[in-house]
């Protein structure tokens, strides 16, 4: 025996969501949220009525067909989303579950509705607001990228494939640790992905602003300069969800400024040049007293710099140069003040390493130091002895060894205890390139200078 009108009425009356009971045709049943959601006044109102008479025209085929589907195959619906019109003639979204009952004695089908109108405004006002952030993005002449927690791209907009050089494909899913972007520093170092603004933004939950970056443009060949932004953002948990990246080409801007430093360190040598000339008189004209030497010496130290500004002001990158253009012709200026026997025995060995023009004229005051502490004492007693200077990668550090077979360095001097000007100097400058100098006096003298690499490469060897 099917469940009574009371019966039903008892167990339906304060249920949350809307039910009624219905023969494919007439509403049988209605409870209080039902009635509720229709706007009527009493029951009476809704029941008797025909459940096609809140169907919409263009829901009211595909209702009819489920009514006949529940009544022939006698089984329950998917939950569905619908829309329903009341007697006011105002539709409201709703999500409806129907299901075989037998009412009264009788076959018949029960209508679970819940309002989801808000619901579905509030989806419809995201899509909208999506559309818009996207179309607004697209049309930005800056590049826009979005990044996930982890750091994976989730958009980018035209501008920005642009710029990068690469597809949607190729972008998206991608993240900051991949060794794809070939990215640097703007003084030639590398730039490892966790240091990119994208995940420095998440880590430290503040915005990164106007970061450099080199970006390798595959379709262009070659570097181009980005100004990069990125800003966190958060859920309303305060935990950050995502990170919006905004980049501007700054290559234009970034190759006037390397035409400016390539003049100005064009203009530096000249007058450079000019203080060697004069240091050159001066020395000349005190030839035998004891002022020569420190003219000499200072001279010296110049023409150390003067090399490396003519090749910077070469060289189509003026912040980095290769060590193997540089130090080999340093070495060949400093032993023009050689003797010929002198330079019998000299070998060079550097590797083609990249340096900034600050580490290289560091080095090449260092080098240019201890090879002239050779000049002046290593071969007393004979015309000319054995003289190696070698620069090598050893993992992430750099090695110099200048060494020679003379007659060593006299016991109780080295470069933290010399009164001299020239050791004192090659000690400062190697505690500017954090390196770790040694000093071995066993078949000659040989000096080491051990120091971090992490910061050498150049742009010009991506």
């Known amino acids: 025996m099917g469940t009574t009108y009371d019966t039903y009425d008892q167990l339906m009356a304060d249920f949350p969501d809307a039910i009624l009971v219905h023969d494919g045709q007439t509403i049988l049943y209605a409870n209080d949220e039902a009635l509720r959601l229709s706007g009527l006044g009493t029951r009476s109102e809704l029941e008797g009525r025909s459940i096609l008479a809140f169907v919409p025209k263009d829901f009211l085929s595909r209702v009819k067909q489920r009514i006949s589907q529940v009544t022939t195959e006698q089984r329950s619906t998917e939950l569905l989303r619908e829309r329903i019109r009341l ?40 899509v909208a607001s999506e559309q818009r952030f996207r179309a607004l993005v697209n049309d930005m002449n800056v590049g826009v990228v979005v990044h996930n927690s982890s750091v994976e791209i989730l958009q980018a907009n035209p501008t920005a494939l642009e710029l990068l050089g690469l597809s949607e494909d190729q972008v998206l899913g991608r993240t900051s640790v991949d060794p794809m972007w070939n990215v640097i520093h703007e003084d030639g170092s590398p730039f490892p992905g966790a240091q990119h603004p994208a995940p420095v933004a998440l880590a430290t939950g503040a915005p990164v602003l106007n970061t450099i970056m080199g970006v390798y443009h595959p379709v262009a060949r070659s ?154 004492y290593a071969f007393a007693g004979r015309p000319y002895g054995k003289v190696s200077v070698t620069l090598k ?23 933290e205890h010399s ?16 390196a770790n100098l040694q000093l071995e006096r066993s078949h000659g003298t040989t000096v080491v200078l051990d120091f971090p690499y992490e910061a050498a490469n150049s742009a010009n060897f991506a």
Not at 104 to 110: F, N, R, S
Not at 262 to 288: C, F, P, W, Y
Not at 394 to 406: I, M, N
Not at 419 to 431: D, E, I, N, Q, R
Request: charge should be negative.
């Open 87 to 126: 007697p006011g003639g105002n539709e409201l979204h709703v999500e409806i579950k129907t299901m075989p009952i037998e009412f009264d004695g009788k076959a018949a089908i029960q209508l679970v509705a819940r309002d989801c109108t808000e619901r579905v405004k509030t989806e419809a006002a995201l």
């Open 223 to 376: 570097r181009r300069w980005l100004s990069v932004d990125a800003i966190p953002q958060y859920n309303s948990s305060r935990q950050e969800q995502q990170v919006l990246v905004t980049f501007v080409d700054v290559t234009e801007r970034r190759n006037a400024q390397d035409a400016l430093l390539r003049e100005v360190h064009h203009r530096i040598k000249n007058n450079m040049t000019v203080l060697k000339g004069l240091l050159v008189l001066q020395a000349d004209s005190v030839a035998g007293s004891s002022a020569e030497p420190p003219l000499r010496d200072a001279e010296s130290r110049l023409m150390a710099m003067m090399v490396l500004y003519d090749k910077l002001y070469r060289s189509g990158e003026p912040g980095a140069l290769s060590a193997k253009g540089y130090l080999p012709m340093l070495v060949k200026e400093i032993l023009a003040n050689f003797s010929v026997e002198e330079t019998k025995n000299v070998t060079v060995e550097v590797e083609d390493v990249p340096l900034s023009a600050s580490r290289l004229q560091s080095l090449g005051l260092i080098v240019n130091e201890l090879l002239t502490n050779v000049h002046k």
């Open 393 to 415: 990668a050893d993992g992430d550090h750099l090695r110099l060894v200048v060494a020679d077979d003379g007659v060593g360095f006299p016991e109780g001097v080295d470069f």
């Open 419 to 434: 009164t001299g000007f020239g050791l004192s100097l090659v000690a400062m400058l190697a505690k500017g390139l954090r």
